[in-house]
């Protein structure tokens, strides 16, 4: 198929690409870099079925010219991403996630293109008694950015209701693996691994029993390329996630090894933080025929020897 990415050099991104790539079809990547990086997607630009544009989903004639090429699918991933930064700068996150998103189902309603829109499980409310989240779940927008993703969920539900685009939203649990950003703005996994590689302590925001259901970002990405591969999910919401999940204390001590480098720091933002998610993706795997493939050791491993690559080529730069 020929697919455009919109943030394709981004962390979740660049792993869709590849995917689609190996898989033989034809990919356009499209990221304003903000918060995403050419490093990410250097390894596909001798590819002939690649091409990356430098653009924003905010440019209303740069997405018409773009949505000329005639994709069968878009895979709508670029978005303002950052929890802390929607709570000091609601206006940008309103921006890039609801308005960039109507700016992309305008385009794609023209040629009726399939839209796969990728949502986040920060849309719900807590698991309740160990119970998995499944999509029937009640929505809590904790924070502005979660606010943005449930607005533009059901922005793009509506264009399936109203013009019968075919357009499926996912709703990934929390993702990390390689090329996720090691800094602040990155996820809690690569912060703690290169945190531990420098012999560093761990802070943790908070007691640390808040929970979370962490998604190996292949297997994301895979769920994500299968999504467009069926066409009997249109209008559906799917949970992807791997049905466990992990106490921040404890994944501290998993990655650390030991408890004594790891230290509880007041949490910057605590109202909007889930105390416990964790995802039921029965749906995922009877639609899609999807389910987790990595372990979290495993996924661990994968992104420690990422991380320690990064720094080697840092150190030897
Ligand atoms: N990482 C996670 O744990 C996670 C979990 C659930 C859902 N998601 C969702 O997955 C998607 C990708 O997230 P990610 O973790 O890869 O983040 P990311 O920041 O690495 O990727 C987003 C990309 O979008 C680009 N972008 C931002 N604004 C843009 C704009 N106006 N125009 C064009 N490009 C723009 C950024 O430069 C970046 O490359 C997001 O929609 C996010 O909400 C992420």
């Not at 050099?9 to 995403?36: P, Q, T």
């Not at 250097?42 to 002939?48: C, G, H, Q, T």
């Not at 440019?59 to 709508?76: A, G, P, S, T």
Request: glycine share 8%; aromatic share 8%; proline share 4%.
């Amino acid at each position: 198929m020929k697919a455009l990415i919109t943030g394709g050099a981004g962390f979740i991104g660049r792993w869709v690409v590849k995917y689609l790539l190996k898989k033989g079809n034809e990919v356009w990547a499209l990221d304003n870099l903000s918060n995403g990086e050419r490093n990410n997607i250097l390894e596909f630009e001798e590819n002939p079925r690649f091409k990356f544009i430098k653009g924003d989903i905010l440019q209303r004639d740069l997405l018409k010219e773009l949505f000329n090429l005639n994709f069968e699918v878009c895979f709508h991933l670029a978005a303002a991403i950052n929890v802390q930064s929607s709570i000091d700068n609601p206006g940008e996150n309103l921006e890039v996630n609801l308005r960039g998103t109507f700016n992309i189902l305008e385009e794609a309603k023209k040629r009726n293109t399939k839209v796969i829109f990728i949502s986040t499980c920060m849309v719900y409310k807590q698991a309740i008694d160990n119970i998995p989240i499944d999509e029937d779940h009640s929505l809590c927008p904790l924070s502005p950015y979660a606010a943005t993703k449930i607005a533009a969920e059901n922005l793009a539900l509506s264009y399936f209701h109203t013009y019968g685009l075919p357009i499926t939203i996912l709703r990934p649990f929390n993702t990390y693996g390689p090329f996720q950003k090691t800094n602040n703005e990155g996820g809690v996994i690569p912060i703690f691994i290169l945190r531990s590689l420098k012999g560093e302590i761990l802070n943790i925001y908070g007691k640390g029993t808040q929970t979370r259901d962490f998604l190996y970002v292949e297997d994301c990405a895979e769920a994500i390329v299968k999504a467009a591969l069926s066409d009997k999910i249109w209008g559906e919401v799917i949970n992807i996630g791997t049905g466990k999940d992990i106490s921040i204390n404890d994944l501290a001590r998993l990655i650390a090894g030991d408890s004594r480098r790891i230290k509880h720091i007041p949490h910057i933002h605590p109202q909007s933080e889930i105390p416990k998610l964790v995802c039921n993706y029965s749906k995922a795997r009877k639609l899609l025929n999807w389910g987790p493939r990595t372990s979290l050791r495993e996924g661990i491993n994968r992104t420690r020897e990422w991380i320690r690559e990064q720094k080697a080529l840092v150190l030897s730069g």
